[in-house]
């Protein structure tokens, strides 16, 4: 069974979550069954961000402030902003296209762990609890997704590639694959008195998939778009009460 990050951190962001005052946009094209399948327009006008042991830092982006179980949005999961922002020995990665893709908490069933020796620093799951009420939609950012033979997401032309496309044919279709760049991040500190090292800003491109859809294995080509959106986001870390009554 999968484990989705952005339902397992929900006892952690009810400890920190505080509404941030920003601005963003999140849109694209879907292609989810019995969903959602055309353009897509987040509107998100709720921004929030928790850190959590000074190191990691998850940020919200949705569409109204309603509790996340009923809501549409983007969750993102920055692993380290010290190495983002270069505070943690190396060079800041601070206007770097980074790799977004899947977090280790994320297992697709009959697919193994393997050890990654450089893994993405960055975790983005779209979450869409409010549009597809008959079911638990959550969709990931991963490095490379297959693309149809015109190089998007809706079947319009033609399907992916699938599992038993194992040829060079099937190899070689077009590919998607997910970048952020952060243009700022807040350095994780909940006491940081320094309005600057509190801003979060970013730009993305992300290629969005199911990852019950990977091959069993992991074996053959990447499993199939299920969405694409670019975007950005732009707001401060601001600590102080939950932006949601938890109980």
Same mark, same amino acid.
């Given at each position: 069974?999968?484990?989705?990050?952005? *339902?397992?951190?929900?006892?952690? %962001?009810?400890?920190? @979550?505080?509404?941030?005052?920003?601005?963003?946009?999140?849109?694209?094209?879907?292609?989810?069954?019995? &969903?959602?399948?055309?353009?897509?327009?987040?509107?998100?006008?709720?921004?929030?961000?928790?850190?959590?042991?000074?190191?990691?830092?998850? %940020?919200?982006?949705?569409?109204?402030?309603?509790?996340?179980?009923? +809501?549409?949005?983007? +969750?993102?999961?920055?692993?380290?902003?010290?190495?983002?922002?270069? !505070?943690?020995?190396?060079?800041?990665?601070?206007?770097?296209? %980074?790799?977004?893709? %899947?977090?280790?908490?994320?297992?697709?069933?009959?697919?193994?762990?393997?050890?990654?020796?450089?893994?993405?620093?960055?975790?983005?799951?779209?979450?869409?609890?409010?549009? &597809?009420?008959?079911?638990?939609?959550?969709?990931?950012?991963?490095?490379?997704?297959?693309?149809? !033979?015109?190089?998007?997401?809706?079947?319009?032309?033609?399907?992916?590639?699938?599992?038993?496309?194992?040829?060079?044919?099937?190899? $070689?279709?077009?590919?998607?694959?997910?970048?952020?760049? *952060?243009?700022?991040?807040?350095? $994780?500190?909940?006491?940081?008195?320094?309005?600057?090292?509190?801003?979060?800003?970013?730009? *993305?491109?992300?290629?969005?998939?199911?990852?019950?859809?990977? &091959?069993?294995?992991?074996?053959?080509?990447?499993?199939? &778009?299920?969405?694409?959106?670019?975007? *950005?986001?732009?707001? @401060? @870390?601001?600590?102080?009460?939950? $932006?949601?009554?938890?109980?």
């Amino acid at each position: 069974m999968i484990r989705r990050v952005v *339902f397992s951190t929900v006892f952690v %962001l009810a400890c920190g @979550y505080s509404l941030g005052d920003g601005r963003g946009e999140v849109r694209g094209v879907l292609d989810i069954p019995d &969903c959602w399948t055309g353009d897509f327009n987040l509107n998100p006008d709720f921004f929030a961000a928790v850190p959590y042991r000074n190191t990691s830092l998850i %940020l919200r982006i949705q569409s109204g402030g309603d509790y996340q179980n009923f +809501s549409d949005g983007l +969750s993102i999961l920055v692993d380290d902003v010290g190495v983002i922002r270069g !505070e943690s020995g190396g060079p800041s990665l601070l206007g770097t296209a %980074l790799d977004v893709g %899947l977090s280790p908490n994320v297992t697709p069933p009959g697919v193994p762990v393997v050890p990654d020796p450089n893994p993405p620093p960055v975790h983005v799951t779209l979450y869409l609890q409010r549009s &597809c009420r008959t079911q638990l939609v959550a969709l990931y950012a991963l490095r490379e997704v297959s693309l149809n !033979e015109s190089g998007e997401c809706a079947e319009r032309t033609g399907p992916a590639p699938g599992c038993s496309d194992a040829s060079d044919a099937g190899v $070689a279709a077009p590919r998607g694959t997910s970048q952020l760049t *952060f243009t700022q991040v807040a350095n $994780a500190l909940p006491d940081e008195p320094n309005a600057a090292k509190r801003l979060n800003e970013a730009t *993305f491109d992300l290629y969005l998939a199911d990852p019950r859809e990977i &091959c069993p294995g992991g074996f053959g080509p990447p499993p199939k &778009c299920r969405g694409h959106v670019t975007g *950005f986001f732009k707001f @401060y @870390y601001e600590r102080g009460r939950p $932006a949601q009554p938890f109980p």
